[in-house]
């Protein structure tokens, strides 16, 4: 059921980026290609363009032993973006909700319907964090040698950052 | 099937609903009538499990809702006036998620679906986005969702606004079909002449209280439920006026 929720959140968050206008038929196959092709091409200037920034710092850090203000900064960048990207997402999904009584009248406990919207924003957060943080580590460990240890506290921030940005984008939201 | 015993819900100082009591039972088709404003869409939700009450008490088959929703929800299929839907989804996902929510096994949900979406002449727009649907489309697919997990108990928040006559009367058959299977059917309605040939029981409530409660001939004696209506709610005098 919790994933049967995810799905149509995910669904309603992907139909508000990318469905135009209303009252349309089902779009081509054409469309969804070229949707496809942009959505990439986004991502890809993202990773391009935080990589460009982290390869910028990374040496002189590395250099002046800073690597734990590149993490930081990294860390900073990420919840930064992760709070614009989902501020007005989390708005309409946690508060603003218009399918509390469809999902309420069925058999559904309300504790799943809020972990499913909570679900779906943490998704979010991650693909906005993995913009950031996915270069921010490959140009690192690009210059650095990969220890067993960094990678797994890196592995862990990763994991836990989402979470801050969430917690800062629903107290922002709720006040 | 459906008891609501001495409801109250309150919406800061003003009573919404005050002390309503009704029984609806097994085999029943139930139309609730009142003004605008009167507290059957309150009534109607708190039944479902979507409002929380201060007062009283509602048992669905002999389960509080307050006190086991779930168990209630899973007998229950509620229709609202204005109905949110998933206007992304097309409609056969929408109903497929529905059926995903009350866990129809795959089987069952194919064949109710074909059932209800070809009487309803739906089948072939199943597949377009919601969004491209009319007001009376939209509607059918509500009428089929509720339908999918053949509830028990369906409760309608005006069910037959944007329907044409055709969808009218299939409702109507679909309703008394469930209720001759030993289902009940509790809905409001402002088609006064709809309640009169459908109902079995009719209540009238004002400002949140209940007036009036009956069978059709208890509550109308020999005037029409409309001017029955009107005199309860002390509109009699303008209607005639009008004439």
Redesign the interface.
Known sequence: ?LM?LIK?NL??L???LF?GS?????RGLAFKVLIGILVLYLIGTFFFMFGGLFYSICVPMISANLQWLYFALAAIVATALCFIGSVFTAKTMLFEA?????L??????PGKILASRMLTLLLMNYFFELLVMGPAGFVFYTFSPADFTGILFFVIGFLFLPFMALSITCIWMAT | MLKIEHLTKRYGDKKAVDDLTLHIEKGMIYGFIGHNGAGKTTTIKACCGILQYDEGEIYIDGVSIKKDPLSCKRKLAYMPDNPYLYEFLSGIKYLNFIADVFGVPQKEREERIKKYADLFELTDDLAQPISSYSHGMKQKLVIISALIHEPLLIIMDEPFVGLDPKASRILKNIMREICDKGGAIFFSTHILEVAEKLCDRVAIIKNGKLIVSGNMDEVKGNDSLEDAFLELEGGAEYANGIN
């Open positions: 059921m049967a149509a669904a309603a992907m139909s508000s469905q209303k009252n349309k038929k089902n218009k399918d509390n009584d469809l309420l009248s069925m058999p559904i406990p």
